[in-house]
């Protein structure tokens, strides 16, 4: 099946059989529907659309499925749609034996270019690329969003850490906010 020597999309599908093949044009031509101005790639051995110098969504053929991996974020926000399939973080696993769901495939691609296209708050540039993607991929992308957590909350994301607890702290200070107090029982 595929090749980690593929240095194109058209050579990666190639090297699948022709039902599988079929599949991952599908989902191909969805992408550069939903996301005309991406950028195709190669990455991790995998067909990949790059946007803004982001990758937004790969996806990969495998023996009983096509994976599709949309990163965290991209899966959280049709968490309920993506239910029926078998999911990891931030990837879903599409069956070779249905149809291809492409409206929400179109619908996530979409998703991950808004992203891209909001501009990032000044109090989110002060910080590392893993927590400014932790706290995006999150949905705290305003100041205020982030009062709305507990410190606690914030530190559990991946790519928070302890060291950037600081740096919010005082963000949220400048603008009179703090972090949501936790309860106590």
């Not at 749609?81 to 495939?105: A, C, H, N, R, W």
């Amino acid at each position: 099946m595929k090749t980690a020597t593929a240095t194109t999309i058209d050579e990666y599908i190639s090297t699948f059989p022709a039902s599988t093949a079929k599949l991952l044009m599908q989902v191909r031509v969805t992408v550069r529907k939903a996301a005309p101005t991406a950028e195709e790639t190669i990455s991790y051995g995998m067909p990949a659309f790059r946007y803004k110098d982001k990758v937004i969504i790969y996806f990969a053929g495998y023996k009983n499925h096509i994976g599709v991996y949309t990163t965290p974020s991209g899966h959280a926000a049709f968490q309920k749609e993506l239910s029926v399939y078998k999911q990891g973080k931030g990837s879903v696993q599409f069956p070779l034996d249905q149809p291809m769901p492409l409206d929400l495939i179109t619908r996530i691609v979409k998703f991950r270019v808004q992203q891209q296209d909001e501009p990032v708050s000044d109090f989110l540039t002060g910080l590392s690329a893993p927590a400014r993607r932790a706290l995006q991929n999150n949905g705290i992308k305003t100041i205020k969003d982030l009062s709305k957590h507990t410190e606690e909350q914030v530190l559990q994301l991946h790519g928070i850490g302890k060291t950037a607890i600081p740096t919010l702290q005082k963000a949220l200070k400048e603008k009179g906010l703090s972090f949501k107090k936790e309860k106590k029982l």
